[in-house]
């Protein structure tokens, strides 16, 4: 009786052990399924973005991508993060459902018009009447590097404040 | 990005409901005879404005109008300008009329709204390098405000582009207490910078006697200071604070005192502050700082320094070492055009003491970074510091 308990035990111990090491590390992915997956149609621009995400891991254990177009081509922003959930609250990370497949890893992913035109509403009085408040958060990732490609993908610049030697 | 010209005597104007849309007819400037812009040739042209009501062109007609058909043709157009719109909202001139701009429109009863439209704004060329280094770039501010000469010419002169009569100005620039929009600025360079609420202000601003005008203005506002001490020091507590995460501070228009001070504002992390503005409107950016609102005119963030972790052995190529670089981020950029402020980071990952007088780098609204524009005082006797609060000032009044 003993015997069984303990061996029951042990198979419960074990079944949390794999179930929380799913979770853990494969918590992207199993979201994937009600995600919208993004794909950047290039090769040679992934391989460097996946290189800067290694780099930039070195500071910090995750990251994520802010995706910008502009007159020139494209803009994307890697964001390195400690913990997603502890981004300094932000919602725009936490509640985003897209999503991108580089080398082995989903990242979250946000557009730059997410920050340009996100916004909460609020109402208070202020000199005794109910007004209209519009709140919108900046976000000063001074660890982020932004890679620059052109419409064809080709690599155009790096900005970074981060030096490398 | 395009420069929005003032529009002058002259200035040649056509209607889309013309019958031969070549028609044009010119301004004539009759609701005022003091305020002059200055073109190229140096003559002098009387400016139009929102007050140029009525049958205020040379000819007053655009030939046959489409809107008024008469068996196989059209009647003779008898131009008519009812309003105006398009017009720079910022600047009332002593006719209480509005300037016009080169993109502003009239309505023509006849026709239709916004059917008359200025397809020269009356100057007779672009502005010469010459022009630009004549001008004070205050009173281009004023009139030409979508260019900032100072970005294209650094030694600024006294000339100026608008003529005043003495008396018949409002002497001071005046911000509005809340957000510290600037509710009226004459370009005139030896006035004091007022803080007024908005209310007060529009309600005075009705009086038409200048003299009467200026003093209730005054009466109804105080003058506003920069806090210098106050900021130098906030700067070096924030420096202080920074171990493993940023620090900033607001520079802000204090609403009961009219000072430009700095207000702590929320720790970062590692690496990453935030700035929660709010708007009402279409008002400038404010913010809340320990249960207090101000007017949001810049902000200083330290940048702490960066722990990287060891190279991986087994990576291939690549860079062994990361630290951090001097001055601002892309996303302090990012955020100094999006708020329209400048942004300064203290490079304070560079410095363990305390006590130390800490670098400080800056990025405008327009994207210009600059490394080591100064530095914060240290111990209080440092020498190399420079006036944030005033630059924060004179960047949002124009100066």
Redesign the interface.
Known sequence: MFKLKNWTMKYIYIVFLITTFFLMSCSTSYKTNKHLLYDIPNDKAKGMIV?EI??LK???QNAFLVFGKNKDGYKI?II?T?DLK???Q?FKIKNSNRMILLGNNYYILTFDYDY?FGATFEKEI?NGEF??????????????T?LYFDDKWSFIKK??????? | MSEKHFVVQGATCKCKFSEDPSKTDKIKVKSQTKHFGNDKEGSEKLIATTKEIGQTLEKNTFGKCKKQPVGNSFMPCQAQITKWSGFYEKVTLSNQGKILLENSKATCPMGAPDCIEITDHGQTAEPSEQNFKNTDPMVHNLINPMVDVRDMYGKEANHEGITFIDGEAINDIYINTNDASVLINYGKSDGNIRMISKYNFEELNEITDFDQKNNKLKEASIVVTVDDNQIQTKLQEIHRLTNKTEQQTFIVLDRTTAKIIAALGPEGIDGETEIDTYTIGNSKPMIEANNVKYALLGQVHTHNLMKSNPRNPNQIGGQDTIENGFGTSEKDKNTAKSLNINIYALDSWNYSNKNAEVSIGRVTPKGKETKAIGKTHGKGDGKKTINIGMECLNLRIGR
């Open positions: 290189n290694n780099l070195r500071i910090k922003e390195p400690s502890d981004n300094i932000n340009e202020e007004i209209q408040i519009k709140r919108k958060k900046m976000y000063l990732y001074d660890y982020a932004s900005e970074s404040l981060i030096k490398h030697n």
